[in-house]
């Protein structure tokens, strides 16, 4: 952590990047971050493949420097933020969860620092801070503050709490360890307010949303012994209520929270008219080696990946390699 310390301390300007479809962790750790070297009064830009989400942006301050790739023509005039020393790159299990595009200018750089907590042997950093244990990107920023006697203060407490209250699920994953709330508490203690952060984060449903979920919920079906339930969306629903697929991102977690379910699966078409499969497990079985089968990957507990079949055979698909699965796991 010294040494990140002082990379930070000897350098001047900074970008700082994240994964696609950043979340709030992601946000959080990377907002922190930019705020600390704000403090030093270094040149930063966060750089993103994607905006931020929109229920992440009561957290961003008016004048943000902000790129995302995807909003931009990649002209070189605005490549100017190549010519920073140094990229700290943050809730990276590698450098490709960057986008393509953006790891590829990032692997150009002669510093780059790499904070992550994902389970993953690939330091691609001159610099890595990785620890598997922490619940999120945020408690290792606030690791790192604590040893250089940073004061946290209002703002990046409220950036370091939303990313640890949205990375545990609320407090509610394997990852909500005796730590997780220690700093959470931390946090209120300077200023933060979950009732209204809970808010702001989870009580921002837009109604085609909860109109696309209700024709998804009527697809929901369970498997006979009760162990893995489904649920999809079609994009003649999501026309119908004028929604895209960002809008379908939380829908298997009502798929994971049904009584008795170990395996949960969600079904989206692709504007390709492919089969988008995510796949969730609440029990020992890794579905990130199911996902494989179909060319995908991911997590031991959460995986994805895509099928070029219409949505009934992708399901069957999905469904069947569990179950030899689940039969070769037990043999
Ligand atoms: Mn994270």
Same mark, same amino acid.
């Given at each position: 952590m010294g040494d990140i310390l002082n990379v930070i301390k000897g350098n001047d300007s900074f970008i700082i990047s994240s994964h696609i479809n950043p979340d709030g962790d992601a946000v959080g750790s990377q907002l922190a &971050?930019? #705020?600390?070297?704000?403090?030093?009064?270094?040149?930063?830009? $966060?750089?993103?493949?994607?905006?931020?989400?929109?229920?992440? *942006? =009561?957290?961003l301050e008016n004048d943000l420097p902000y790129i995302s790739l995807k909003d931009m023509e990649m002209a070189e005039n605005q490549n100017s933020w190549m010519d920073?020393? &140094?990229a700290i790159v943050l809730d990276c299990a590698s450098l490709a969860r960057t986008g393509d595009? /953006?790891?590829?200018?990032?692997?150009?750089?002669?510093?780059?620092?790499? $904070?992550?907590h994902h389970a993953s042997k690939e330091e691609f950093g001159h610099y890595n801070l990785i620890d598997p244990e922490a619940c999120a990107t945020a408690e290792l920023i606030f690791d790192l503050m604590s040893y250089g006697d940073i004061r946290i203060g209002r703002k990046r407490a409220d950036y370091l709490y939303t990313a640890i209250l949205t990375d545990t699920g609320s407090f509610r994953y394997g990852n909500s360890t005796p730590k997780a709330h220690d700093i959470a508490s931390r946090m209120i203690k300077e200023g933060v307010n979950p009732q209204k952060i809970a808010e702001l984060v989870y009580e921002v449903i837009p109604y085609q949303q909860a109109k696309l979920f209700g024709m998804s919920l009527d697809t929901l079906?369970?498997?006979?012994?009760? *162990?893995?339930?489904?649920?999809?969306?079609?994009?003649?629903?999501?026309e119908k209520t004028g929604t895209t697929a960002e809008d379908t991102e939380? =829908?298997?977690?009502?798929?994971? #929270?049904?009584?008795?379910?170990? $395996?949960a699966l969600f079904f989206r078409e692709t504007e390709g008219n492919n089969i988008k499969a995510s796949l969730? #497990? *609440?029990?020992? /079985?890794?579905?990130? *080696? &199911?996902? %494989? &089968?179909?060319?995908?990957?991911?997590?031991? %507990?959460? %995986?994805?990946?895509?099928i070029q079949e219409p949505i009934g055979k992708a399901r069957k698909m999905v469904v069947d390699a569990l179950k030899k699965y689940q039969h070769w796991e037990k043999a």
């Open positions: &971050v930019y #705020s600390l070297l704000k403090d030093l009064e270094k040149s930063v830009c $966060i750089v993103n493949r994607d905006p931020i989400p929109f229920i992440y *942006k =009561f957290l920073a020393q &140094v595009a /953006l790891a590829e200018k990032i692997r150009k750089f002669d510093k780059i620092i790499n $904070i992550d079906e369970i498997s006979t012994d009760g *162990k893995i339930a489904q649920m999809w969306v079609t994009n003649d629903m999501m939380d =829908f298997i977690d009502y798929v994971r #929270s049904l009584r008795g379910v170990e $395996i969730r #497990s *609440k029990n020992n /079985l890794d579905v990130s *080696k &199911v996902a %494989a &089968v179909f060319g995908g990957g991911g997590h031991k %507990a959460a %995986a994805g990946c895509t």
